[in-house]
């Protein structure tokens, strides 16, 4: 017969084997769940006259942000205006000459949007850039003869450039600047760039341009706000983004005010002016960063009327949202779903 103090031992016995593993397993559970948390990593840099945040998640999170800043640096060096000893300055200087893979695919791709806008989207717009003071910060604004003579030079159709021998050619003292279309060509790269190091998931932010590898780890959706012109911190709404670009071009980025008048940096390039329009912003979602790069300064330069016809045109290759100085949001069918706002949304289709 077993005594009283010996069940009472044997009972204690088991107790603490129970407390034992369960603290053991709560321990094992602990230092996995902090291992999984620390698998990723967020970094700042300044690049491209711009902030930018990267987001990774992944084993190889910390190499892959490395590498990431790296390649950022890279294409800075390519394609600042900024810089004397860039590429593409050496091309303004010298009138076109070799062109490296890089810049090569941004004149490509450039080319074609500029034919398929009618003119909107043009890279030879610097030299205007350079007269209202956007290149450099001394800001001014010239007047109308200026930018006619100005404007001469002003049409990539004139550019040449050969995939073959990699050689570009601005004819008649034009210059080109890569603004509307680097930062979604570099987003592009990064996404590649961090999937060589088994990154699954990435939020990448350059400079309000969102570009989304995957989901969250769980594979939910990212949710990003798009900006409100206007109010710092306000915001037109959320979108839902997974495996996506969305990126925005607005008069409210970049600015300068003289004798009452605001002059914004997205030129119009039939007039040298600022494009004047009832547009305050416009987002593109798509998969490609450089082509919603290049299409949100576009039709931006459009207006809204053009901008949902030539959405119309291409139905399918593009979501946009509009955001009109009258405070109309216009969203497309195919991502109306997928945003949410407290204004009142008009949703497009292709009956509009
Ligand atoms: P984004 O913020 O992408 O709309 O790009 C604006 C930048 O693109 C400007 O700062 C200029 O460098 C350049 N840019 C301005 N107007 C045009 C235009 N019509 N076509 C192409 N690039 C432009
Ligand atoms: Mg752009």
Redesign the pocket.
């Known amino acids: 017969m077993e005594t009283v103090k010996e069940k009472t031992g044997r009972l204690l016995a088991l107790v603490s084997l129970i407390v034992i593993v369960g603290l053991l397993v709560f321990f094992m559970w602990n230092t996995t769940h902090k291992e999984k948390a620390e698998d990723s990593t967020t970094v700042s840099i300044y690049a491209m006259d711009t902030y930018m945040t990267i987001t990774l998640y992944g084993e190889h999170a910390e190499e892959a942000a490395e590498a990431a800043k790296k390649e950022i640096a890279r294409l800075d060096a390519l394609l600042s205006?900024g810089s004397a000893e860039s590429e593409v300055s050496r091309l303004n200087r010298e009138g076109g000459g070799l062109v490296s893979e890089d810049v090569g695919k941004l004149i490509k791709e450039?080319l074609v949007v500029h034919e398929k806008t009618y003119g909107?989207?043009?890279?030879s717009?610097?030299p205007v850039?350079k007269a209202w003071g956007?290149a450099g910060g001394d800001y001014r604004v010239p007047s109308d003869d200026e930018l006619d003579k100005l404007l001469e030079k002003v049409d990539a159709s004139l550019i040449g450039y050969s995939e073959e021998t990699k050689e570009i050619s601005l004819p008649g003292g034009m210059e080109i600047?890569?603004?509307?279309?680097a930062?979604?060509y570099t987003g592009d790269l990064l996404i590649e760039l961090v999937k060589d190091y088994g990154i699954e998931h990435a939020l990448f932010n350059l400079g309000g341009?969102v570009q989304a590898l995957g989901g969250k780890t769980s594979n939910s959706d990212w949710k990003v706000a798009v900006a409100k012109p206007g109010e710092e911190n306000g915001y037109l709404g959320y979108m839902d983004l997974n495996n996506k670009t969305m990126?925005t071009?607005?008069s409210y980025?970049?600015f300068f005010e003289a004798d009452g008048e605001i002059y914004h940096?997205?030129?119009?390039?039939k007039t040298g002016k600022p494009?004047d329009n009832d547009l305050l912003s416009v987002t593109i979602v798509t998969e490609s960063g450089t082509l919603a790069?290049?299409l949100?300064?576009?039709l931006?330069?459009m207006g809204a009327d053009d901008a949902i016809t030539f959405w119309k045109e291409h139905y399918g290759e593009f979501d946009m949202i509009l955001y009109t100085k009258d405070g109309n949001l216009f969203v497309t069918d195919g991502i109306s779903n997928k945003f949410t706002s407290d204004i009142k949304i008009t949703t497009l289709d292709k009956t509009y």
């Open positions: 205006t450039a909107a989207f043009d890279i717009v610097y850039m956007f600047d890569f603004g509307g279309i930062k979604g341009n990126i071009s607005g980025e970049r940096h997205i030129i119009d390039p494009a790069d290049a949100s300064t576009s931006f330069v």
